[in-house]
């Protein structure tokens, strides 16, 4: 077990004054306990290692694809043969190479939506924190006003309106999702207010600004990351249903989900498995390894361990 | 409130997408003026606030029945789907979080925490079309959609084979979720002093896990569940969707593709209730089950 | 006239904390953490301040450094009235008045490194540049007694009483002229308490310091103290000279703390104890008359009627009936 700060051995200490023994680690000492935490989880490494090569296959795409996800070969709803490794769809396109494309759309969307909302959440929950007041209270009910609508009904009806495009899906699940952050960026803040070291800075005469990113921000993102990781998987698989349902990315774009749809029909069910296993063990790979990195990131960063 | 603006100030209306291109505009005129579509925007709100007060909700701009009706029919089977779904998937997670917690580090709970991930990770979509595929169409055990065989003798049977399947898919995810609250919760409590306490007094283990740990690490837990509500009412829409199951889901997916705004309205209504009420639910529970808590 | 007046100067002090109920959070009462309080710090003295936990002894030392906003009354720095500043027209003030806090764990950024949480004060008052920083860092460590070898540390690498060094050397990088210290030794080991205090002595003669030295203990107060203030749910009961104080309490509060406080020899132990009795009341709704009075072994019917005030003297108390000098 790795020793926790508040647990070294103060009854060791002699009388002589410096001689106080100090553990012999010096440089970035926090990353790198972080580090060793993190790859004892071995579930969080392979999440990570898959995550990396989920990444590497997206930029990739136009290199290893077989086939321009849009072109029409020829073959309609042909079986996985040597020359279509995982078959044709309805409409006669390379599924390996649709599949390989909508990596890239689902980590776009997974990326984009949750460095968005994380950042808007976190300036607004800091904010609301630091200034309390009638400012923190309008905020915190607009929160509240946010999540206790049905999530997925409401993106429903908003996308319904706006027109659906990956642009409108990464904004809008954006707009939903950034007061979770900010009630957490929140919470984290306040209890950090109270700490002495902020007093420190305060009785110091720091400006407002440096304790807020030099002090406080620092000793918050611990949970701000755990968060953002989870957020990355949830955007994922909520582009991915939205697609499913034709709310989503449209066709001809591949995107996991909207490559499903066609599953809904019976025929395409129970006779061509090769249209729709695929992309949906794709988003089950995803999403699980993202969230393996995430849960090793709260064990590592979770200091009662 | 919001929902309104949003869906008002949207571009395309429900008469503009009917129409026959070769309609009249002065028809169209009268028909938008029929439905109220010409007044401003904050009239039209007023005046549906005005007939919310009075328990109306217009009427569906598609079928021209009251949408108190067409949401009256359909909320039943969402709330039994989702109530069953809830209660399955709590009857999963609340033992096998016990047990992971119990016995934590072995290797019961590594294959459960394994599981709980691949629960949370796996769309549901996905998950109910594979057993769609492996169980109504390969082995034929259950039928692949709809709340009851149509033309058939109905019944509680029937209806409970077409249930099965959709409660499994949504309780899966929900019990993936929980099982790792459960499982944290009950950590917490087995680490307090009071545990600590019972075990060496000698209790049976059964005893101490029963009643001094589980009382305490259910608290949490309530609180949990009662935040799952919005999401199982997201979750439902594609659930529903997938097993044709005639609920408030399938409804909205329905509503959307028709523009049909008086029924999106009544079921955002409806939907907000729904999540409001189990909030003070939530809340009363709490109070009841914690007795540290009060209102006064 | 300038020459003789106080360093600092509290008049008629209250700092209260709202007590907040219900959806509209409105204020329903006050905890009254410090209820009019009138004293002076001279320059160069060190003023002890004792009381039990939530006596607002600590509410008190952090007015003063206005971390809290008073309620009531004046607070004259070096003749500047600070008591209303806002934060940002005391950023000045603040390089000559600086405070020690008690838990040596909380009061160091725990992502920031040694040198840094030192060199931060000058960079952010625009004091020195560069390697000035730097000889300045070292200076400091050496003035607290670290090895600058340990500069690059982070504070969990440190243990309670290093902790407490780096707390002191950041308070003194200014070289201010006033110190709250705010408990500064009650969260560690014996043996270290006796160095630190030895330290902050040592800095004061150095650097002509004045200190408000707040403690729970009678002990650390004895030890460094020139004057002593005892305090009572929100009011000082007493205040002396240290010796006269301690030789002859004249608060039967004082003198309970005192006894309460273990002699090392036992021949100098009092046979007769008098114990304390109750627990301290509620700050929010503090007895009438004495405060005191609820544990009292001498309270009389005057007592539960009358607040007693500070007297004139020098050694001050706030008694109906104060005991024999």
């Known amino acids: 077990m790795a020793l926790s700060p508040y647990e070294l051995d103060e009854g060791s200490m002699s009388a002589v004054i410096p001689a106080e023994s100090v553990k012999p680690e010096t440089e970035d000492a926090f990353l790198k306990q972080l580090f060793t935490r993190f790859i004892r989880h071995k579930l969080a490494v392979a999440g990570l290692v898959i995550t990396v090569l989920l990444i ?109 495009n990956m642009t409108t899906i990464i904004l809008v ?68 249903g939205l697609s499913f349902l034709g709310m989503g990315v449209q066709p001809p774009t591949a995107s996991w989900g909207n490559m499903l749809t066609d599953a809904q029909s019976l025929t395409v069910l129970t006779d061509q498995p090769w249209l729709w296993v695929p992309p949906g063990a794709m988003i089950l790979l995803t999403v699980l390894a993202i969230n393996f990195v995430g849960d090793g990131l709260r064990d590592a960063l979770d200091t009662r361990q | 409130m919001l929902n309104y603006f949003i869906i008002k100030l949207a571009p395309g209306n429900p008469v503009d997408m009917f129409i026959d291109p070769n309609t009249p505009k002065e028809v169209l005129e009268l028909r938008k003026e029929i439905l109220g579509l010409n007044d401003p925007v904050i009239l039209q709100y007023f005046k549906w606030l005005l007939n919310l007060l009075q328990g109306q909700l217009g009427y569906s701009f598609s079928s021209y029945a009251p949408v108190t009706k067409i949401i009256g029919e359909r909320i039943g089977p969402t709330l039994l789907l989702a109530s069953a779904a809830l209660i399955f998937g709590m009857l999963i997670a609340i033992p096998v979080g016990i047990l992971s917690a119990v016995k934590q580090n072995t290797k019961f709970d590594y294959i459960m925490t394994g599981l709980s991930f691949i629960g949370t990770s796996i769309p549901q979509f996905f998950l109910g079309l594979g057993l769609i595929y492996v169980f109504a169409v390969q082995l034929k055990w259950f039928p692949t959609g709809g709340m009851i065989t149509l033309g058939g003798a109905g019944g509680f049977w029937d209806r409970l084979t077409h249930m099965i399947l959709p409660v499994f898919v949504l309780g899966i995810v929900i019990a993936g979720k929980k099982v790792r609250y459960v499982r944290a919760s009950m950590l917490d409590v087995m680490n307090m002093d009071y545990l600590r306490t019972a075990n060496s007094k000698g209790l049976h283990p059964f005893i101490v896990t029963n009643k001094h740990a589980l009382r305490n690490a259910l608290l949490p837990i309530i609180t949990v569940v009662g935040m799952e509500i919005p999401l199982l009412l997201g979750g439902s829409i594609l659930i529903e969707q997938i097993f044709q199951w005639p609920g408030i889901g399938q409804l909205t997916i329905q509503s959307i593709l028709s523009r049909d705004y008086p029924i999106l309205m009544g079921l955002n209504l409806v939907a907000a209730l729904i999540v409001l009420t189990t909030n003070l639910l939530t809340d009363l529970l709490y109070a009841a089950a914690d007795p540290r808590i009060k209102y006064t | 006239m300038i020459a003789d007046s106080p360093l600092l100067q509290v008049e008629q002090l209250k700092t209260y904390y709202p007590i ?174 006796a160095q630190i205090l030895n330290l902050l002595s040592d800095l004061q003669q150095e650097l002509n310091l004045t200190y408000l030295f707040i403690a729970h203990g009678i002990g650390a107060v004895k030890y460094i103290s020139t004057r002593v203030a005892v305090m009572y749910l929100g009011k000082i009961v007493e205040i002396g000279d240290k010796d006269e104080l301690f030789r002859s309490p004249r608060h039967p509060y004082t003198q ?57 003297q020098p050694h001050a108390v706030a008694c109906h009936f104060p005991l024999a000098q």
């Open chain 1, 56 to 164: 590497l296959v997206a930029l990739l795409a136009p290199w290893i694809a077989p086939n321009d996800p849009k072109e029409v070969t020829g073959v309609f709803s042909a079986p996985p043969s040597a020359e279509h490794w995982l078959g044709t769809d309805q409409v006669g396109r390379d599924v390996l190479s649709r599949l390989i494309y909508a990596t890239q759309i689902s980590l776009i969307v997974g990326f984009v939506t949750v460095a968005l909302y994380v950042t808007v959440g976190t300036l607004i929950g800091i904010v609301s924190a630091y200034f309390g007041g009638w400012l923190d209270m309008l905020i915190m009910r607009i929160t509240d006003m946010f999540m206790a609508f049905p999530f997925l009904m409401v993106i429903l009806v908003v996308i319904s309106i706006l027109g659906s």
């Open chain 3, 256 to 312: 309970i703390l005192l006894q309460a406080y273990p002699k090392p020899d036992p021949t100098l132990r009092a046979d007769k104890r008098i114990v304390i009795q109750g627990d301290v009341p509620s700050p929010a709704n503090p007895p009438s008359g004495c405060r005191f009075h609820t544990r009292c072994p001498y309270a009389q019917e005057l007592c539960r009627v009358e607040e007693p005030v500070l007297d004139e």
């Open chain 1, 173 to 240: 699940l954006a707009l939903f999702s950034w007061p979770s952050v900010a009630r957490l960026v929140r919470g984290s803040v306040l209890s950090i207010k109270q700490l002495d070291y902020i007093n420190a800075g305060v009785a110091l005469g720091l400006s407002t600004p440096r304790i807020l990113f030099r002090h406080i921000f620092p000793n918050a993102v611990g949970p701000i990351i755990v968060n953002a990781t989870f957020g990355i998987a949830s955007a994922i698989m909520s582009e991915a």
């Open chain 3, 20 to 193: 907040k109920k219900g959806v509209f959070s409105r204020t329903v009462g006050h905890v009254k953490a410090v209820d009019d309080i009138t004293l002076s710090i001279h320059k160069g003295e060190t003023l002890g301040l004792v009381g039990e936990s939530g006596c607002g002894k600590s509410s008190f030392g952090r007015s003063i450094v206005r971390l809290e906003n008073p309620f009531e009354g004046r607070i004259l720095f070096e003749n500047e009235d600070i008591t209303y500043r806002k934060q940002k027209e005391l950023r000045e003030v603040r390089t000559r008045l600086q405070i020690i806090f008690q838990d040596p764990y909380a009061s160091l950024n725990p992502r920031q490194r040694v040198a840094d949480i030192l060199a931060e004060p000058y960079i952010a008052h625009n004091l020195a540049t560069g390697s000035q920083v730097q000889a300045r860092v070292n200076r400091l460590l050496d003035m607290v007694g670290l090895p600058q070898a340990y500069k690059n540390r982070y504070p969990h690498e440190f243990s309670g009483g290093q902790r407490q060094r780096i707390g002191i050397a950041r308070a003194i990088s200014f070289e201010p002229k006033l110190i709250v210290c705010d408990e500064p030794v009650s969260a560690l080991d014996v043996s270290i308490q």
